[in-house]
């Protein structure tokens, strides 16, 4: 085997086969697709805001968003599935790998998939749309790369945690899905009430499209890749601690 | 080769395994016997660190499985009853990933003789899910040899299979008793527990009631059974004297005497069929 971490190359060897069926592509990217579709084309030509066309808005956006999902859900998914119902985990766990690899293996995966997910739907917003709408700043890099190993460790943690595969649904449908809705993926916060808005910009998704649509490190900007560092480093470590303490 | 000293589980109220002692010594093929829900499933993952004792210890080769859990994992190759391998990777693969995790060196020529040994060198390239139930089981026990382990778990090694495969697998698990592995099973096959164990320890409601050989067994609880028909169905009795059997069978029309075996003195022990 190729000297790589062996949890990160298990994955990868799994997406291979999942990324060449219709059916892994769709449900993966059919949600950013349709929504590129019908609101930058349907809303994207009508509506301006600050004077720039919704589309430029919008897809730094959806790529965050994709990422998001990609990375939490191969986490997520691919540890609930192995623990719970495969049962694919447990070699690994009771092998002498040390849960920092596991931990590691799991983040590169995700983040590939958070690269592979986002960059289909960038592909697809280019063609659509034309460069303008890709911004690939420091900020945006940084943000993007964040979300990724941010929601990979989340999906890690979940899948330790969760005691039924329908939990991951429930995760998915009442915390990911209205983050992705009220962090500014489809309109700014600006124009929520002022109370909701310092909560809202809390969530890592918020902080996130922020540095999406930073060109430069401003002080906003700078201030988001360090809560978004503080909440990886917090997820990594929480992560970890689960991995050492798991037992059945 | 394996000590197991005042050992308890508890899951929530509900004590799963209640005060275990067990030793197992180098070589030896020791098989834990018992109905569901005895604590055999408790024990195994306890042994392999899947799991932490409430109390008491275990040591393997002297170190423990939970101070030492690591240490304790390179010594140790677990066949579980679920055949949890990637069904979507090929075979190859699966022992790739496993090679990884071990971090072991030579691993092609690893790979190349647990696969021979187990007769899948011609399934190297074949998807998981497209092997038989025999071969998956083959190659969960080639796994779990990669790294060359001083012990190995067997949780119901033959279970779901065909005679012939069975047979099969039981000379693999003897090759490698000769060959000086600690090999600790579990199943519900009696005439496996019979054909492959040193010594059989009998498990029920969390606690291990006897350790001893399969023969010895047999002798304990009675070395002959009479069956007598009665109307709601057939009376067993195991007699420890023949003449006292011989005895007991003329009492009654179509009773029949046979000798006694492991499975009539599990049920004797254990109070359960």
């Not at chain 1, 897809?59 to 939490?72: D, H, I, K, Q, R």
Request: glycine content about 8%.
């Amino acid at each position: 085997m190729p000297s790589i971490n062996p949890v990160f190359y298990r994955e990868m060897l799994l997406l291979k086969k999942k990324a060449l069926r219709l059916g892994y592509l769709f449900s993966t990217l059919l949600f950013p697709l349709l929504y590129l579709f019908a609101f930058g084309w349907g809303l994207g030509s009508k509506v301006r805001l600050d004077g720039t066309s919704y589309v430029v808005f919008l897809v730094p956006g959806l790529l965050a968003m994709t990422a998001m999902n990609n990375s939490f859900n191969l986490s997520a998914g691919s540890v609930g599935m192995g623990r719970l119902y495969s049962r694919t985990i447990q070699p690994i766990l009771t092998s002498p790998v040390g849960a920092y690899r596991v931990v590691n293996g799991y983040l590169m995966a995700g983040i590939v998939r958070g690269i592979i997910g986002s960059g289909i739907v960038a592909f697809a917003a280019f063609l659509l749309f034309g460069s303008q709408v890709i911004n690939l700043s420091a900020p945006a890099v940084a943000g993007l790369t964040l979300t990724m190993a941010f929601f990979s460790l989340l999906g890690l943690i979940v899948g330790l945690l969760i005691k039924d595969l329908e939990d991951i649904a429930v995760i998915t449908n009442f915390v990911i899905m209205p983050m992705a809705f009220f962090s500014g993926t489809f309109f700014p916060l600006e124009t929520v009430p002022v109370w909701l808005r310092s909560l809202l910009t809390l969530l890592p998704l918020s902080q996130v499209n922020l540095l999406m649509r930073s060109h430069t490190f401003t002080t906003p900007a700078l201030t988001a890749v360090a809560c978004l560092t503080l909440f990886t480093a917090g997820a990594y470590a929480v992560s970890a601690y689960y991995l050492t303490q798991f037992q059945e | 080769m394996i000590r197991v000293q005042g050992l308890v589980k508890q899951y929530g109220n509900k004590p799963a395994v209640h005060n275990l002692d067990l030793e197992i010594a180098q070589g030896e093929i020791f098989g834990l016997l018992g109905p569901n829900g005895a604590g055999k499933t408790t024990t195994i993952r306890m042994l392999t660190t899947l799991s932490r004792p409430d109390q008491g210890s275990i040591h393997i080769a002297g170190l423990d499985t939970v101070k030492d859990r690591h240490a304790v994992r390179m010594l140790i190759g677990v066949a579980p009853q679920e055949r949890n391998l990637d069904m979507e990777l090929s075979v190859q693969e699966n022992l790739s990933i496993f090679a990884g995790l071990y971090n072991l060196d030579h691993t092609q020529k690893r790979i190349d003789n647990c696969l021979a040994q187990f007769e899948l060198q011609h399934e190297r390239h074949t998807q998981v899910d497209k092997l038989s139930g025999g071969m998956q089981r083959r190659l969960l026990i080639a796994r779990a040899l990669l790294s060359q382990p001083l012990v190995l778990f067997l949780d119901e090694p033959s279970i779901g299979l065909d005679p012939q495969i069975r047979r099969g697998i039981w000379d693999q698990i003897k090759v490698l008793r000769n060959q000086g592995v600690t090999i600790l099973l579990t199943t519900h096959y009696m005439d496996e527990a019979e054909m492959l164990c040193d010594r059989i320890g009998l498990m029920n409601n969390g606690a291990l009631l006897v350790t001893d050989t399969p023969r010895n067994l047999q002798i304990t609880a009675g070395s002959y059974m009479v069956e007598t028909p009665q109307p709601d169905g057939i009376q067993r009795t195991l007699c420890h004297d023949r003449q006292q059997a011989e005895e007991l069978a003329s009492l009654a029309a179509g009773a029949i005497l046979r000798p006694a075996s492991l499975e009539d003195a599990f049920i004797a022990l254990t109070g359960q069929e």
